[in-house]
Nanobody, 122 residues
């Protein structure tokens, strides 16, 4: 059982940056693929970024490519999401999740955090 806790969300202005963190406990963090997802009110949960167990492979949603960067520190059991050039449409509850295979469908993820809110004002 993997327990995930996100942090780093907040209220920022258009063009600002934020770094989200997701701390894992209760499992072998380095064996998991880690993903970031987000969900805006009234919308489906959508894929943002994913990173392989060793950080060697990363994938991004087209909407965040070039602005967001996912990374991980297996020694600290933590995955990060650096978000630059934030836009109002990035406003959502951001979740980290863990799975075994490199996937972008939230249905394929086994473990989820509670989420951290990101609000970008125009």
């Amino acid at each position: 059982q993997v327990h995930l806790v996100e942090s780093g969300g907040g209220l920022v202005q258009t063009g600002d940056s934020l770094r989200l963190s997701c701390a894992a406990s209760g499992g072998t963090f380095s064996s998991y693929v880690m993903g970031w997802f987000r969900q805006a009110p009234g919308m489906k949960r959508e894929f943002v970024a994913v990173i392989s167990w060793n950080g060697g492979s990363t994938y991004y949603a087209d909407s965040v490519k070039g602005r967001f960067t996912i990374s991980r520190d297996n020694a600290k059991n933590t995955v990060y999401l650096q978000m630059n050039s934030l836009k109002p449409e990035d406003t959502a509850l951001y979740y980290c999740a863990a799975t075994i295979l490199l996937r972008t469908d939230p249905e394929d993820y086994e473990y989820w955090g509670q989420g951290t809110q990101v609000t970008v004002s125009s």
